[in-house]
Structure formats: structure tokens, C-alpha cells
Nanobody, 115 residues
Framework: QVQLVESGGGLVQPGGSLRLSCAASGFTLDYYAMDWYRQAPGKQRELVAT???????NYADSVKGRFTISRDIAKNTVYLQMNSLKPEDTAVYYCRAARATYRYWGQGTQVTVSS
């Protein structure tokens, strides 16, 4: 059974940091592109960061230089290190696995940036 479980969200002050984790089971993530998306209230879900099966990374302009996506193949886990957080980063963050026509989503984790 394929499953993605996100963790690490919470409340943080502006300028702070959080690290999100996405633990995968039922498949090996190094064959998949792994994405982090986010959705703020009243807004569309947007792609934040991607790590390809080959290990290349891409970022949305809004998070470039602040967020880092990485993976630990041995732990079958993907991470999103978020630094210099801003109130506009507040959203539910989702992990997604993609390969060919397959798409798997996690349940999401809330990140709130507020003083």
C-alpha cells in the first residue's frame, strides 16, 4: 500500500526555520520525482520544490534561496528545509510522488508563520 506521511509543521515566528519530512512506504522514492506543494487559504495549490529521480532540484521563485529539498533514500524520506520563513509561507504543505501516470499525495501538514 502506497503511503506518504508528512510531519514537522507547526507555528514559527517570521525569520524562523522548520524542517518538513515526508516518509514514503509501499514504493522506493528514488524512482519517483518528489514534490512539495503548498496551499494557502483561498488560493490554488502551488508547486514549491521538486527533486527528480536523478537528484536534480527545482524551486519556485518565491522560495529560492530559502528552502532546500533533499532526500534520504535509505530512510525513504524526503525533506523540505525552510529558512527565513515569512508570513506568506503560511499554508498546508503536501508531499507528492510522481512517476509516469502515477501520482500519490500525502495528507498535508500545516505551517503557520506568525508573531
Amino acid at each position: 500500500q502506497v503511503q506518504l506521511v508528512e510531519s514537522g509543521g507547526g507555528l514559527v515566528q517570521p525569520g524562523g526555520s522548520l524542517r518538513l519530512s515526508c516518509a514514503a512506504s509501499g514504493f522506493t522514492l528514488d524512482y519517483y520525482a518528489m514534490d512539495w506543494y503548498r496551499q494557502a487559504p483561498g488560493k490554488q495549490r502551488e508547486l514549491v520544490a521538486t527533486i527528480t529521480s536523478g537528484g536534480s532540484t527545482n524551486y519556485a521563485d518565491s522560495v529560492k534561496g530559502r528552502f532546500t529539498i533533499s532526500r534520504d533514500i535509505a530512510k525513504n524520506t524526503v525533506y523540505l528545509q525552510m529558512n527565513s520563513l515569512k508570513p506568506e509561507d503560511t499554508a498546508v504543505y503536501y508531499c507528492r510522488a510522481a512517476r509516469a501516470t502515477y501520482r500519490y499525495w500525502g495528507q498535508g501538514t500545516q505551517v503557520t508563520v506568525s508573531s
